[in-house]
């Protein structure tokens, strides 16, 4: 046995596909593997394997599987309503269920139904979504449910969608659903404000409804092309029993109970999560489509299918923020994977790119990928220092982003393990493009001086650090975390605000209290990634959408021309006229300056050499049922 760490998403998709391909050619030019993107698709469900196609390996009497891996962020809870960061909804996406989701070894992405039978039907104008939902799926076994199998049905789904826009539960995504325009739940959330009563989850509403037992439809005020990606995310619009939310009223993030592979045994905040294989589960077999050519997905596939998933007995989450002791339980074998390379020690572990030969001797597996994510600093466009639209604003925050020495930043405190970001769009996703250049990746120190002394930023009082036009020092408060990890990139934007006269004070806080404060409009400027949960545009343009302050917007950007194209691109189909509308926005954003968007990460995952049938997910979070652990290969102890 090992011993334990101590710390422990038809029609309206088809015209995606021509441009998606640019993205997809430069996510998979720096993968190290063999994988060949093929144009995205839309597919019927596949046949189900049978299980005793692929035979699992004989695991001995009694012995767990269990993959362990660490998180270098802590966790916020599993109520999929109440949560936004990433590592928190890793682990619900493997509790609770979506309607459709991503293969799992297709790329850049291709979505089949999950607990939906079949791929919904969809009227001519896109306002009408029908799904079917399987019948007998159900959930895991819970108190809350007397003692009965709870079957899923359409009504969890749209009890579910409901808890988004129920005030109380001050979802941080509510002004996601909202956009899409589901017809009569914002008039529930109206009446609940008003009259200060419990949100009315029995009223009918003519957006979401269940036609039986297992038919939900939604309507739509206005056509919504994509409408599905907001079907495929169980991190999120996982189902929930009503039942459930109601018996542990206010301790929902404590107690999650869905239908999905895993659920959640023990929960030490901050430092463990162990979930262990849901028994009610029902048999679910691997199967995937790899793209034509990708020859390590076609392995997988061979090897694989007809596996009853999930494959590992349990899922061991520790919580390490520093690098380095994760780098170092990885290397002594207590940790099966190394999910994101410290960056500190990429020169270590993979330098030029490839696997260190000790490494490489020791059957370590090499994952590489250009992430579809982006990391930026917001200002906050409600603050009187770097807020605001005049000229001497959008001056002062454009001669921060020229000042900010990105290129220095991916050589030496990303060790080269990083592009550029030109804008908001992130690889993989539509409407990226690999050559689009703008001002936002410039880093001329000469003018950002100039924008300053232009616009009065000049030193007033002989004090050697540049003041506000009105003569009131000019100081930066920057949010910041008190970690190793954190600690190069303050440095070195410290550094970068000295060259150029600015004073820059850091704000030191845990990562779940600067996203409690972030939401709240009570930070001026705080560096962080975003990562995509979907393969279109609006995602990362909706970061600032005006309606959506306060929730995905945490820089409170509000610019009506800028809202007026989110709005238009909703509607339209993939093509040229979107396309057109989705360059305008980001050069306003360029002009504006609300957000300096730095790069797109190189991201490298190791994996210990019993550790088997890995692959990093782009748009979703779900891994865990499609790996195993070969049990002979591990390590005596």
């Known amino acids: 046995m090992r011993a334990r760490c101590p710390v422990p998403f038809h029609r309206a998709v088809a015209a995606l596909a021509a441009l998606t391909r640019s993205a997809a050619a430069l996510a998979v030019a720096v993968v190290a593997t063999t994988a060949t993107v093929a144009t995205m698709a839309l597919a019927a469900p596949p046949p189900v394997a049978k299980a005793s196609e692929a035979p699992p390996p004989a695991k001995q009497e009694g012995q767990e599987k269990v993959l362990r891996y660490a998180f270098l962020v802590a966790e916020t809870g599993f109520d999929p309503a109440q949560l936004s960061d990433l590592y928190s ?79 109380a539960t001050k979802g941080p995504l509510y002004s996601s659903f909202k956009q899409e325009g589901i017809l009569g739940l914002e008039e529930l959330r109206v009446a609940a404000l008003k009259t200060k009563k419990p949100f009315d989850y029995d009223k009918p509403v003519e957006g979401v409804r269940a036609l039986d037992r297992y038919t939900l439809q939604f309507k739509l005020a206005e056509p919504r092309p994509r409408f599905i990606y907001n079907l495929a995310g169980g991190d999120t619009y996982g189902a929930v029993a009503r039942e459930v939310i109601e018996a542990y009223a206010g301790k929902t993030m404590e107690h999650p109970v869905g239908t999905g592979p895993f659920m959640l045994e023990r929960w030490r905040r ?29 392995q997988m596939l061979a090897r694989f299918k007809g596996r009853k998933l ?53 059957g370590v597996k090499l994952y590489r990928v250009l992430a579809s994510d982006r990391t930026m600093y917001y200002f906050n466009m409600e603050d009187p220092t770097v807020g605001g639209y005049t000229p001497d604003k959008v001056a002062l925050r454009r001669a921060i982003g020229l000042a900010t020495d990105v290129p220095t930043e991916i050589a030496t405190t990303r060790r ?80 970068d605000m000295d060259k150029l006269g600015v004073q820059i004070k850091i704000r030191m806080a845990q990562w779940p209290e600067n996203l409690k404060s972030a ?92 550790l088997v049938g890995y692959r990093r997910p782009f748009f979703n979070q779900i891994f865990w049922p499609y790996v195993d652990i070969e049990t002979d290969k591990l390590p005596k102890r």
Do not use: C
Not at 90 to 108: C, G, K, M, Q, W
Not at 272 to 292: E, M, S, T
Not at 419 to 424: F, R
């Open 310 to 362: 999930p494959m590992v007995d349990a899922v061991e989450v520790s919580i390490i923020e520093a690098g380095q002791p994760r780098w170092l339980s990885f290397l002594n074998r207590e940790f099966d994977l190394l999910y994101l390379l410290p960056e500190e020690y990429a020169d270590i572990a993979i330098p030029h790119g490839k696997l260190a030969p000790n490494l490489d001797k020791q």
């Open 416 to 495: 080269h393990q990083a592009v550029p970001a030109q804008s908001v769009i992130a690889p993989a996703t539509w409407g990226y493009q690999e050559d689009y250049k703008s001002e936002n990746s410039d880093f001329d120190l000469a003018r950002a001086k100039a924008l300053l002394d232009t616009y009065g930023y000049v030193d007033k009082d002989g004090d050697g650090w540049r003041d506000k036009p009105d003569g009131s020092p000019l100081v930066l408060e920057v949010a910041s975390t008190p970690d190793s990890r954190s600690k190069p990139y303050d440095e070195l934007w410290k550094r």
């Open 270 to 298: 901050g430092s463990l999560i162990r979930l262990v294989k849901n028994p009610g589960y029902r048999d679910v077999f691997y199967d995937a489509q790899p793209n034509p050519g990708d020859t390590e997905g076609e």
């Open 89 to 167: 909804r890793i682990v619900t996406a493997h509790i609770f269920e979506s309607l459709y989701n991503y293969d799992y070894l297709a790329r850049p992405f291709k979505l089949k139904p999950n607990t939906a039978a079949e791929m919904p039907e969809v009227s001519e104008d896109f306002r009408t979504w029908t799904i079917r939902i399987r019948p007998g799926i159900y959930f895991a076994d819970d108190p809350a449910f007397k003692g009965k199998r709870r079957e899923l049905t359409a009504e969890d789904y749209v009890y579910s969608l409901k808890r988004f826009y129920d005030p």
């Open 519 to 610: 939401r709240a409009g009570q930070l001026m400027i705080w560096q962080l990634g975003f990562n995509s949960s979907t393969p279109d545009a609006q995602l990362g343009l909706e970061l600032l959408y005006g309606p959506a302050s306060g929730g995905q917007n945490l820089g409170r950007f509000k610019l009506d021309r800028y809202d007026e194209i989110y709005r238009r691109m909703m509607v339209l189909p993939d093509g040229p006229e979107r396309a057109e509308l989705l360059r305008e926005a980001q050069k306003l954003l360029t002009a504006y300056m609300p957000q300096k968007f730095r790069v797109h990460r190189i991201v490298t995952d190791l994996a210990q050499p019993w």
